[in-house]
C-alpha cells in the first residue's frame, strides 16, 4: 500500500481531522414532532458531580455512548475508556508500532471504541473494548474522519485514495468522490449523509451509498429524512428532493470554533445560536418558542446543554426548566456530550483537558 510522507500525515490530520471533528446529525419537518412525555417519578432536577478527569493537549477527540454507559477520549497515542462510576482503563494506540499514530477520530458505537487513524503499517481504524484491542480495519492511503449518527445506528468514515480521490463508507456502502476537499458535516438517524466541499462551498446528499442532491453553500445538516441549509443568512428546511418545508430569514447558521455548528436539530426543537447573542429555540415550522442563555453545546430527545460565562447550564425539553448546572471546569469548552437520560455529562476543552460527569 503506498503511503503519504509521515510528517504530511500530520499536517493532513490536524486540517482534516478538524473539519469533521464535530457535528450531530438530525432532520427537521415542516410541523412540530409529538411532546414527549416525562416518565412519572422522575426528579426533574438533580446535580451532578465529577467522577473523572484528565488533563491533556491537542484536539480534543471524544465520544460517548447514548446511554452514558461508555465514554472514550483520545490523549496524544492513548485511548480512555471510561463508565459513568469513574472506573477507566487506558490503551496504548501505538502497540507495538515503532511510530506513534496520527488520530483522527473516535466513536463509541455498539459497546466497541472506533479508533480511526494513520498507524505505522496502514491507514484505518483499530477497534477497542474494555478489555483491550478486538480488531482493526484497514483503508485507504490517509484516514480522514469518522462519525457516527446521534442514535448510533450509522456510522462512516472518510479516507484518502489518492491525491485527487476520497472514498466515503457508511454501513459498509462506498461512495467514491472525485476530490479530496470533502468532510463529513453529519450522519442523520435514518441514514442520510451531508458532505460538505471546502474550497467549493458546496454540500453533497447522499443515502444508502447514493448521491442524491448537490446544494450550493456548505452549511447544510440532516435530520431524518430532511435537511437544515443557511443560505444567505436564510434558515431552510428542505425535503431530500430539494422541495422548501420551511424557511426564516436572517436566521442562517454555520461553524465556528473547532467547527462547531451554530445550529443543532431534534425532534421537537431546533436550536440556532444567534452570533454573540443567545440560543433561540424554534419549531419546525420556524417559530420562535423561546430563548435560552449561551451558546448550544450539544441536544438531545430530552436536553438541550448551553453554556454562557462560567456556567454549563442543563434544560428538559419538557418545559425548558433548568435541570442541573455546573461551572465550566478549565478555561474553555470544546465539546460536549450529555447521555439520554441527563445523569451523564462528558465535557471537553478546546485544546485538551476532559471531565467525566455523573449525576450524584
Known amino acids: 500500500m503506498r503511503h503519504f510522507p509521515f510528517f504530511i500525515l500530520i499536517l493532513f490530520s490536524v486540517v482534516i481531522s478538524a473539519a469533521c471533528i464535530d457535528s450531530q446529525g438530525g432532520t427537521p419537518s415542516s410541523q412540530p414532532y409529538p411532546?414527549?412525555?416525562?416518565?412519572?417519578?422522575?426528579?426533574?432536577?438533580?446535580?451532578?458531580?465529577?467522577v473523572w478527569n484528565i488533563s491533556t493537549v491537542g484536539i480534543p477527540f471524544?465520544?460517548?455512548?447514548?446511554?452514558?454507559?461508555?465514554?472514550?477520549?483520545?490523549?496524544?497515542?492513548?485511548v480512555h475508556l471510561i463508565k459513568p462510576t469513574g472506573d477507566s482503563v487506558s490503551i496504548d494506540l501505538q502497540g507495538s508500532d515503532a511510530i506513534q499514530p496520527v488520530i483522527t477520530?473516535?466513536?463509541?458505537?455498539?459497546?466497541?471504541?472506533?479508533?480511526?487513524?494513520?498507524?505505522?503499517?496502514?491507514?484505518?481504524?483499530r477497534i477497542y473494548s474494555w478489555d483491550g484491542k478486538v480488531g482493526e480495519i484497514r483503508v485507504g492511503s490517509f484516514a480522514d474522519c469518522i462519525m457516527r449518527s446521534p442514535d448510533g445506528s450509522h456510522m462512516c468514515h472518510l479516507v484518502t485514495l489518492s491525491p485527487t480521490e476520497q472514498l466515503l463508507t457508511c454501513d459498509g456502502l462506498k461512495t467514491k468522490l472525485e476530490s479530496t476537499d470533502y468532510a463529513i458535516n453529519a450522519i442523520s438517524d435514518t441514514g442520510v449523509v451531508v458532505l460538505r466541499r471546502k474550497l467549493a462551498g458546496e454540500a453533497l446528499v447522499t443515502k444508502n451509498g447514493k448521491k442524491l442532491l448537490t446544494l450550493?453553500?456548505?452549511?447544510?445538516?440532516p435530520h431524518?429524512?430532511?435537511?437544515?441549509?443557511?443560505?444567505?443568512?436564510?434558515?431552510?428546511?428542505?425535503?431530500?428532493?430539494?422541495?422548501?418545508?420551511?424557511?426564516?430569514?436572517?436566521a442562517g447558521f454555520g461553524l465556528t470554533t473547532l467547527l462547531r455548528w451554530t445550529l443543532?436539530?431534534?425532534?421537537?426543537?431546533?436550536?440556532?445560536?444567534?452570533?454573540?447573542?443567545?440560543?433561540?429555540?424554534?419549531?419546525?415550522n420556524l417559530t420562535e418558542v423561546k430563548v435560552l442563555p449561551g451558546f448550544p453545546y450539544f441536544a438531545n430527545e430530552n436536553f438541550v446543554v448551553t453554556a454562557k460565562g462560567e456556567t454549563i447550564r442543563c434544560y428538559s425539553l419538557n418545559d425548558f426548566h433548568e435541570v442541573f448546572n455546573v461551572k465550566v471546569p478549565g478555561d474553555s469548552i470544546g465539546y460536549i456530550r450529555l447521555s439520554d437520560d441527563g445523569k451523564v455529562m462528558l465535557v471537553s476543552g478546546e485544546t485538551g483537558n476532559f471531565w467525566l460527569y455523573a449525576e450524584g
Open 35 to 50: 411532546s414527549h412525555t416525562q416518565t412519572a417519578n422522575v426528579p426533574s432536577t438533580w446535580s451532578m458531580k465529577l
Open 62 to 78: 471524544m465520544d460517548m455512548a447514548k446511554d452514558g454507559s461508555l465514554s472514550a477520549v483520545i490523549d496524544d497515542h492513548r
Open 105 to 125: 477520530g473516535v466513536i463509541v458505537k455498539g459497546g466497541n471504541v472506533y479508533v480511526l487513524g494513520n498507524y505505522e503499517a496502514f491507514s484505518g481504524m
Open 216 to 221: 450550493n453553500t456548505p452549511s447544510v445538516i
Open 224 to 250: 431524518d429524512d430532511k435537511l437544515l441549509v443557511s443560505e444567505n443568512n436564510t434558515l431552510k428546511i428542505l425535503a431530500l428532493k430539494g422541495e422548501v418545508l420551511a424557511s426564516r430569514e436572517k
Open 264 to 284: 443543532i436539530p431534534t425532534k421537537r426543537y431546533i436550536f440556532r445560536y444567534e452570533p454573540f447573542g443567545d440560543t433561540h429555540v424554534f419549531t419546525w
